[in-house]
């Protein structure tokens, strides 16, 4: 019986044997090599973006958001709008639920196979 | 154009689709030259992420030539060689100016909880994919980098998520040197995550899956020692005793929403959907982790709630962190260990496929099928 004790059962690494038996062990033992530590640092000038606030994308008048959101996000994709039968459940899921709410999900899960069984109906396409 | 098209789970064809406009002054077009498939467009394929409309194209890791740019854009003209993140973000942003380029506020109407990403559904903000021969790439200025010379195109694509991922993984681990690292799931992201757990000194590195050609590549390419859970009793027992009884330092989920390993989990997430991710791998990361060790959270979980065993986590006093990498913050550095040679991503690709044939490849890679780790797609 080994009883567990206060020191570190795990042998002393070999360094050394380390580096040589994998390219780079180590390289980045230095925090102050790794990129995203800390998680947080305060660099607006650091992304490449030379606005404050971005331009409004235009068009966005109907287009369904999150109730999370205040308003309509700058940019957003503009494939696939709302359309049809699954289009209505989506308009209901995203003006009546946050993303809180399973109904939220559940409706757009619901929607997503109306979708799919309308798009194979003969016709459909 | 061709585009890859969803048609709903497990059905993809490759269709003609009008031309991506210039919908923003810092939008770019992109004609791509290389694109991958990713374990995350598995969980579209298999119909797991809310909100993914038919019609819409994936792929959100892919590299290509500028054709076209919008009026404000300062950094990029036609005719560049870019590489281009998977997250779609606006650099300016409270989220964006503190480094959380992953957690854009500007970019995703139809979420709070996630930012952008190319191909990811409109729960992930409605932007089309790259598995086509163009693509629309908003905020030219702040995501897109010119490839450097030196680089091919190969490890360029595998730095728009794969690479990256694993290497935040490893960082989120906060490894400290000597540490026992145990890598859930030898996928691309799972290999990476292993590889570079080493970069920040770990002094042992355990890698668990139950494909035995998977596990070969990460004790040749991540250096590691491996398990294969389905050939063990009980796999968090078998890491115990591997770790002297105490765990390992750290663990790394990098398997995600569709876990095997436990039926009940498995069937209620991917068939009933009754939750976001079948947690299996990330409740054997809690449990077999020390007291007092981290769990890094690389897989990704659907936006409703997942069975996790939360209670093991708060009693063993974990940090857990996580998130969807910020990519562009790991460039500099990566871009340094790729020249000093320290890592090569393409070795862990096995196929590349012509675009007209990509259903072949969603396929091939979501049966694990063929030795399939890494595949690449050619428009
Ligand atoms: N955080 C991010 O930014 C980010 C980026 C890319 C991918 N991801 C996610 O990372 C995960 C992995 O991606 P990938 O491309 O490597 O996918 P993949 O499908 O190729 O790999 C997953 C591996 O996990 C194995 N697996 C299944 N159940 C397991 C279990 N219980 N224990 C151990 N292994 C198990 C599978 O056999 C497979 O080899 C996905 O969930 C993906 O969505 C996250
Ligand atoms: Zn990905
Ligand atoms: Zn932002």
Redesign the pocket.
């Known amino acids: 019986m080994d009883p567990y004790t206060a020191g570190t059962p795990r042998p002393q690494v070999d360094a050394d044997a380390l580096r040589a038996r994998i390219p780079g062990w180590g390289a980045d033992l230095d925090a102050a090599d790794r990129p995203s530590v800390p998680r947080e640092s305060f660099d607006p000038g650091a992304s490449g973006a030379h606005w404050e606030v971005p331009t409004q994308q235009p068009g966005g008048e109907e287009r369904e958001r999150s109730i999370e959101h205040r308003q309509l996000t700058p940019v957003f994709g503009t494939v696939a709008p709302l359309a049809g039968l699954a289009g209505r459940i989506r308009r209901t899921a995203y003006r009546r639920y946050s993303e809180g709410r399973l109904a939220h999900w559940l409706l757009l899960m619901a929607a997503d196979r109306v979708e799919v069984l309308q798009s194979r109906l003969p016709g459909a396409r | 154009m061709k585009a890859m098209v969803y048609r709903g789970p497990y059905r993809i064809e490759v269709e003609e689709k009008p031309m991506p406009r210039i919908e923003h002054p810092n939008d770019a077009i992109v004609r791509v030259t290389l694109a991958a498939i ?6 579209l394929y298999h119909g797991m992420m809310p909100d993914t409309r038919v019609g819409t194209t994936f792929g959100h890791e892919f590299i290509g030539v500028v054709e076209q740019v919008g009026p404000s854009v300062e950094r990029l003209k036609v005719g560049d060689r870019v590489m281009v993140p ?1 997250n779609v973000y606006c650099g300016s942003c409270y989220f964006c100016a503190r480094g959380l380029y ?1 957690n854009c506020h500007n970019v995703n109407p139809n979420a709070t909880a996630i930012g952008g990403i190319y191909g990811y559904s409109h729960t992930c903000g409605g932007y089309d994919g790259g598995q086509a021969e163009y693509v629309r790439v908003p905020f030219a200025d702040v995501g897109p980098q010119v490839i450097p010379d030196w680089m091919s195109d190969e490890d360029a694509v595998l730095l728009t ?2 690479l ?2 694993g290497y ?2 490893a960082q989120l681990g906060s490894i400290d040197e000597g540490d026992t690292v145990a890598v ?8 990476y995550a292993a590889r570079c757990a080493w970069l920040m000194g770990a002094g042992r590195v355990i890698v ?4 035995d050609c ?1 596990l070969e590549r990460a004790r040749e390419f991540a250096f590691a020692e491996t398990y294969n ?1 389905e050939q063990v009793r009980d ?1 968090v027992v078998t890491l115990k005793k591997a770790t002297d009884w105490l765990g390992a330092d750290v663990a790394i ?10 039926r009940l989990q498995h069937f209620t997430a991917t068939k009933l959907k009754l939750q976001g ?2 947690p ?2 990330l409740n ?1 990361a809690i449990d077999s982790v020390r007291k007092g060790g981290t769990v890094a ?5 659907g936006p409703v709630f997942s069975a996790v065993k939360f209670g093991d986590a708060m009693n063993k006093g974990l940090t857990l962190r ?4 910020p ?1 562009k913050r790991q460039w500099p550095r990566l871009f340094e260990h790729l020249q000093a040679g320290r890592l090569a991503p393409s070795e862990i690709v096995t196929h590349t496929v012509p675009l007209e044939y990509i259903a072949d490849g969603y396929d091939m ?1 979501s049966a ?1 099928r063929d030795g399939c ?2 595949t690449l797609v050619r428009p």
């Open positions: 990713c374990g995350s467009d598995l969980h998977f992953s998520d794969a990256p991922t935040f993984g859930f799931g030898a996928g691309p992201i799972g290999l668990i899956d139950r494909l998977r859970y796999i989920d990098a398997v995600g929403a569709e876990a095997d390993g436990n991710g079948s299996v791998a054997w959270v690389l897989g990704a979980y996580m998130n969807q990498c990519v890679f694990k780790i890494k």
